[in-house]
């Protein structure tokens, strides 16, 4: 599966779905197409892609389904929802929209473009809790968040791993294709962030070898 449809695969059984930065809005059409949800809420911080996927809404019939507002990030939203996808941005961006006041919803669904690690550690220390990852190749790799709002706090080992995608042996060609990058730059580094980045590279290594074993 590509990265959309993973997405709308963890969305299955939902009522309202708020899809902040929809863009074009492709995953709420196909959640709505595949009847994985009721109703969808579209917001972006532009209004260009917006009147776009309007006409194409009512190309395809769902103007009945899928509303569209603009707004930044939760500013806007006055509707309800259960669940809250925030994708195909960076983590600071993420972080951003999540420290403003919103209603909460079941879950999050997160997949950053970049800055995984500190999303994850942002989520342990802000009460939210990572209950599954997903990891999809799509030119390069993504992993996809499923979050609700309740404390967990993650370890440094699960911050940097998973704390589910290190259960998964389907993450070994990720974990093998992290450790190269870091094994790449380790040595040029000063003493303090060596050591952090040795510990990283002994997290990876350990990880393959116990999803090799199991």
Do not use: C, W
């Amino acid at each position: 599966m590509n990265r959309i449809d993973s997405i709308v695969e963890l969305l299955k059984g939902a009522d309202t779905v708020l899809d902040i930065g929809t863009d074009h809005g492709l995953v709420l059409i196909e959640a709505i197409q595949k009847a994985y949800i009721k109703k969808g809420i579209g917001s972006d911080i532009n209004q260009a892609p917006l009147n776009e996927t309007q006409k194409h809404l009512t190309e395809l019939g769902l103007t009945d389904k899928i509303t569209l507002i603009q707004s930044d990030g939760f500013e806007n939203i006055k509707a309800a929802y259960d669940v809250v996808v925030i994708t195909g941005m960076g983590y600071k961006m993420m972080k951003q929209i999540l420290s403003k006041p919103h209603q909460t919803p079941n879950y999050y669904v997160f997949s950053p473009h970049h800055e995984l690690e500190e999303l994850r550690a942002y989520l342990s220390n802000h009460g939210y809790e990572i209950i599954d990852e997903e990891l999809v190749y799509e030119k390069k790799p993504y992993v996809l968040l499923k979050v609700i709002k309740r404390f967990k706090q993650l370890t440094q080992e699960e911050i940097v791993l998973g704390p589910i995608l290190k259960t998964k042996k389907a993450a070994i060609p990720y974990y093998e294709s992290k450790l190269n990058q870091k094994l790449s730059y380790v040595n040029h580094l000063d003493i303090v962030e060596r050591k952090r980045v040795e510990k990283e590279i002994n997290f990876y290594k350990d990880a393959i070898r116990n999803l090799s074993q199991a």
